[in-house]
């Protein structure tokens, strides 16, 4: 399967917990994409990379939130202090640059629950 | 500031016959626009798009319409089949996709 993979699919947690997600973008794609989806919304956009780089992030993205791609290839995004209202499904997409139409192929995406 | 807007949380129709979804935006600087097709249990899926220069894209079943005047967008499936029941996402583009909040299609055999 060369698709987009994330992982956990699933995550359970109190609230005040740290939690962190990865993503596995397709692998000859440069640019990552997170975002949080919840219950009757589309995706909002959290953050996105190109390589390394962090060129973007929402004001969604609160400081108890942080993405990195340390080496370009896989991304994690970390939730510190959790809240039940971060309770959501959070969504990795990736895409490459070029040709003009940037396609993003998503990830089955991590559903968080904060109790 | 919701800049993509899906007034119909949900549509159904008869197998065979033409379905028709809709997609309203405020930003002129939006240069892509897509459609995505999300099953439960998985990401959403690409569909279709169109380039904010062009009025029609086509592919297959699979028609989206550009009304730049009108800052409004429309998916037609036709004709519809039971597989294409899912939610409907649509997306425009500036730098990051802006998601609409999708639209629930259900097609009856």
């Known amino acids: 399967d060369t698709g987009v993979s994330q992982d956990p699919r699933h995550k359970i947690t109190k609230r005040g917990q740290n939690v962190t997600f990865r993503c596995d973008p397709i692998?000859?794609?440069?640019?990552l994409y997170w975002y949080r989806q919840t219950l009757g919304q589309g995706p909002e956009f959290l953050t996105y990379?190109?390589?390394?780089?962090?060129?973007?992030k929402s004001r969604l993205l609160s400081d108890r939130f942080s993405a990195e791609r340390p080496k370009g290839s896989f991304s994690t995004l970390e939730i510190q202090r959790t809240e039940q209202g971060d309770s959501a499904m959070y969504l990795c997409?990736?895409?490459?640059?070029?040709?003009?139409?940037?396609?993003?192929?998503f990830g089955p995406g991590t559903r968080l629950t904060v109790l | 500031d919701q800049q993509v807007k899906q007034n119909s949380p949900s549509l159904s129709v008869q197998e065979g016959r033409i379905s028709i979804l809709n997609c309203d935006y405020t930003n002129s600087m939006f240069d892509y626009f897509l459609w995505y097709k999300k099953y439960p249990a998985e990401g959403p899926t690409f569909l279709i798009s169109i380039s904010s220069i062009k009025d029609k894209n086509e592919d297959g079943r699979f028609t989206v319409f550009l009304n730049k005047s009108a800052k409004h967008l429309s998916l037609h499936i036709v004709p519809s089949q039971p597989g294409d029941s899912a939610v409907y996402f649509c997306a425009a583009r500036i730098g990051a996709m802006r998601f609409g909040a999708g639209t629930r299609l259900t097609v009856k055999p």
């Open positions: 997409a990736s895409s490459a640059t070029s040709g003009s139409l940037n396609e993003q192929f």
């Open positions: 990379f190109q390589n390394e780089a962090q060129l973007e």
């Open positions: 692998s000859e794609h440069n640019r």
